[in-house]
């Protein structure tokens, strides 16, 4: 119910949560919404630091593209750097 949720802090707080226990749907639905320049600035950003969190495969890749966009610059750092120290 919380994944369907009106409200997108609803649903990111609902896929972190499923994101927490390896639910590989989750996963997915954070990256797209990282990738998804029309998204919110702040749900990307959560998205990307839910992703660095659970060391997700594919948070570098995201992480790395992310250099080019201002806004979300550190986060990127941030979460490259988060996921380099948990290599």
């Known amino acids: 119910a919380l994944l369907k949720s009106m409200n997108a802090e609803?649903?990111?707080?609902?896929?972190?949560?499923?994101?927490?226990?390896?639910?590989?749907?989750?996963?997915?639905e954070l990256r797209r919404t990282v990738a998804d320049g029309k998204a919110d600035l702040e749900l990307r950003r959560s998205s990307l630091a839910a992703l660095a969190e659970a060391n997700d495969a594919e948070a570098a890749k995201l992480a790395l593209a992310l250099l080019k966009t201002p806004p979300l610059r550190g986060d990127a750092l941030r979460a490259l750097g988060s996921l380099e120290a948990a290599e």
């Not at 609803?10 to 997915?28: I, N």
């Open 10 to 28: 609803v649903r990111v707080r609902a896929v972190r949560l499923a994101a927490v226990f390896g639910d590989k749907a989750a996963f997915a």
